[in-house]
């Protein structure tokens, strides 16, 4: 029955879950609530890249099957998030906002931006801490400045005692009317001619319950190896969470709460979760050093890298981009992301490398295209970790480590199964020669293109140019 009680808004953010949302069960204890996602395309840094598109129309899809059935309803909106909120403030009578806090810069100045707005008709915005996170201008090393270093980051996270929180399932009344809602297919999230993602729904289940199917296909199969075969982009043998944990359909204390359940059921699992949640926490780096450094993703952490004179190489950026290079491992990594919305952490590292050291080109350029072309696309992460491939972030490579495409994927995919999965121009390559088809005696097979730059002295190329910014 539909109460009278004037209701609540939930303003969904990057939480697109009902289970274990802290925020929208205090919401939900409060007063009938309305549920809200609003498309911000113009109070962001950047909008949303066209794979986070395509991931946020099913997640949100998932999400309003999943309110509908639990008697509720999920309000779509665009525009600015302030002018949305205030707007639905006055024509539903709601006094009060709840949402969750957001850290990066251009959210966190939005949500506080809508709470001035809110003020001035007698409303508020409730923001809800996250629950596990800490808050990142808490987290600071003795002398009270931000950690630098991703060791001490991991230790001083892992030392804190992580509370075991329970948080009510939310339970819905109905306010007294729903507001109209825009329809997610006029919102034109999914690309539609080329439709280029047309292979990501074979790879991805996007919402909740595909987020929590993947955890538990995790822990079945994977975890007790992860490990060993995290860096094998021959295998499966990550969990893939990255996207759903980009949207909150699953929260990465959840995940770690899981993996200890995991361990304690099973013992001998230590190291093995050890080794998650040390990878968690590099997320959650990413996260703290955006929030510490707004400018992560547009100026290198340490200001001298942005003297290097980078190479405007239009046909190499092409190449790349494409997996034209002719470099086995660089072009599977390049095409997997351009199938699937994904690529593995090992060989991002290898294809940004690539990029920046031995094209020249600038880690931005990089960053922008894996914005575009990534389901798991994050604002933090993305700049973090290209930083740390150009050698310019905080805790960084050093600029003279140069990975070396063969030897990475005769390490990483001895038998050439990765290579040989995403470019099958290779898949009938001998193994000796699957990393430097090159070197074959007839040169690489048909239609596969010979390398586009000399390894060797590209790298040349590129620790001059390092060593000629650093010492200017
Ligand atoms: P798992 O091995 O299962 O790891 C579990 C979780 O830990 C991941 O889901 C992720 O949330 C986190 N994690 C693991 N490695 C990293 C890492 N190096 N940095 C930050 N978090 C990590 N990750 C993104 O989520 N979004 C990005 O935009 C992104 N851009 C990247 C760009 C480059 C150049 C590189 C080298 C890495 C990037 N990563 C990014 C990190 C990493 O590649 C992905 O998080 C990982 O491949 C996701 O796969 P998984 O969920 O199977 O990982």
Redesign the pocket.
Known sequence: MASDAAPVLFWFGRDLRLGRNAALSAACAAGPVIPVFILDDEGVDRPLGGASRWWLHHSLAALAKNLEAHGARLILRRGRSCDVLAALAQETGARRVVAHRRYEPDAAAMQAEARRMLARSDAELDIVHETGRVAPEDLLTQQGRPYQVFGAFDRALKAREAPAERIADPTFSPPPSWPASEALSAWGLRPVSPDWASQFGEVWTPGEAGAQARLHR?LDE?LQD?PEN?DRPDRD??????????WGEIA?DD?LAAARFRRHLEPGLEAQVAK?ET??N??A??AYLLFHDPDLGRKAARPAYDKIRWRNDPVGFRAWSRGRTGVPIVDAGMRQLWRTG????RV??I??SFLVKNLLIDWRR??AW??DT?V???????A???Q??AGSGVDAAPYFRVFNPVTQGERFDPDGVYVRRWVPELARAPAQAIHAPWTLPSGPPDGYPAPIVDLRETRLRALDAYRQALSA
């Open positions: 995790f994977a992860y995290r043998g990550t969990s893939g969470l990255s996207p759903h944990l980009r990465p995940v998650l990878e968690l590099w997320r780096f990413g994904f690529m593995h952490n991002r590292m294809v940004a990089g960053e894996f914005w990534l798991d696309a994050d604002p933090a992460s993305n973090m970790n290209w740390w491939a």
